[in-house]
């Protein structure tokens, strides 16, 4: 018995396949077996809101492969009533939101709605849907039609493929506008944006970038790399930025680009690079986390190639930081520490830890684990009342109590 094997390059992906063999007349034929090898195409994973919000499960499982960017990874949910809370990083206009297909066609959730809360706590049923999965790894894509703002989003699988009431998916992706408004804790404004280009026209300046306006937006000529530039007073700790795309061409939008910080505005360090960029939706905000954030007072983002176009446009860029840390000990801190303003709790922990939190009644209400490093919790999904927050990381130990 023989084993051929033969390798294709630069084959796209295909869901079937057909074999067409030639063979003499008359000459015998027989195959023991016939083997595809591979790996399953999970389309284009974007740097959506799931990154940056905080979720819990209703049965209390993990929900870190919801945003890993990996399709064979898989979060499960089993439970009446079960279903995902989506507590969103920025008040939100929500566009549309993805699920990938985990590795069990008989957990796939067949039936499923998603459910959205304004800050006033009211509800808007956004979307239900029947959900059919052709293949393992395959990708469900729904469009949410409402101007509303929301800050949490619940996922609700009413029934699954099976009949049962466990549920499996590998990835869930919510697309949508969120730009933060002036005051928003975290948010940090520019005193001044600069270019290194001219606008396209008096009304598409590079100002616009910063105006908190998803309508208006920067447009300019690209012929080769493009200098956009944030100037604060001071340095600030910019942890997180965005980009939000413009609402049409989109051979207009960037792809490639690199966001490097100065202390002077002539010595720059570099912070982030990205290559071959695509944005989900016209209009969708995506979060992009920097590896290593330090204080700069000067931000600059080059972009160095666009979507095919000989223009470029970008609606909005924000940069975010924590309210409460440091900037003169962020890189020595060592402390665990642990600060809310404004709903946004503010955690430094300096190794994996573990948030709690519990009413004045002694029920547990969270329990999640958190990264070493700098991390954020919104706290809008919690009424209002007095509650019991703490962070434990090995022998170190934070609580307070605070009022919603």
Do not use: C
Request: a negative charge.
């Amino acid at each position: 018995m023989t084993t051929a094997v033969y390798a294709l390059e630069d084959v796209p992906a295909y869901q079937y396949f057909k074999f067409v063999f030639e063979i003499e007349q008359g000459a015998p034929v027989s195959f023991g077996e016939i083997q595809l090898l591979g790996t399953l195409d999970f389309g284009r994973f974007y740097p959506d809101l799931t990154a940056f919000s905080y979720i819990t499960a209703s049965d209390g499982n993990s929900v870190s492969p919801l945003t890993d960017d990996n399709g064979y990874s898989y979060a499960s949910l089993s439970g009446e009533e079960a279903h995902w809370h989506i507590n969103l990083p920025v008040p939100t206009r929500v566009l549309a939101y993805s699920i990938v297909s985990a590795n069990d066609a008989g957990l796939d959730p067949k039936e499923v709605t998603l459910i959205g809360t304004q800050e006033d706590g009211s509800e808007t049923s956004l979307s239900k849907r029947t959900l059919n999965f052709s293949t393992r790894g395959s990708r469900s894509t729904n469009s949410i039609s409402s101007s509303k703002l929301f800050t949490s989003l619940d996922l609700n699988i009413i029934s699954t493929a099976s009949g049962g009431t466990e549920t499996r998916i590998a990835e869930l992706e919510i697309y949508g506008t969120a730009i933060a408004e002036t005051g928003w804790p975290g948010l940090y404004l520019p005193v001044e944006v600069s270019s290194s280009a001219q606008p396209a026209s008096a009304t598409e300046g590079v100002e616009k970038l910063s105006d908190q306006n998803k309508t208006t937006r920067y447009r300019t000529a690209f012929e080769g790399p493009q200098s956009i530039m944030f100037s604060f007073s001071e340095p600030q700790f910019i942890e997180t930025y965005a980009l939000t795309a413009s609402k049409d061409e989109e051979s207009r939008d960037p792809r490639s680009w690199t966001l490097e910080g100065s202390l002077d505005g002539e010595t720059w360090t570099l912070l982030d690079r990205r290559s071959d960029q695509a944005f989900s939706q016209r209009y969708a905000t995506q979060f992009y986390r920097l590896v290593s954030p330090a204080a700069y007072q000067f931000y600059r983002l080059t972009v160095t190639e666009v979507n095919g176009s000989n223009q470029l446009q970008i609606a909005q860029l924000q940069m975010f930081a924590f309210e409460s840390t440091d900037l003169a000990s962020v890189q020595a801190q060592e402390e665990l520490t642990m600060n809310l303003r404004h709903g946004l709790l503010s955690i430094f922990a300096p190794e994996a830890a573990v948030l709690t939190i519990h009413d004045m009644q002694g029920r547990q209400l969270v329990r999640q684990s958190v990264a070493k490093g700098y991390s954020t919790f919104p706290l809008g999904m919690l009424s209002r009342g007095l509650y019991v927050i703490s962070i434990q990381a090995g022998e170190k130990k934070v609580a307070r109590t605070v009022k919603r």
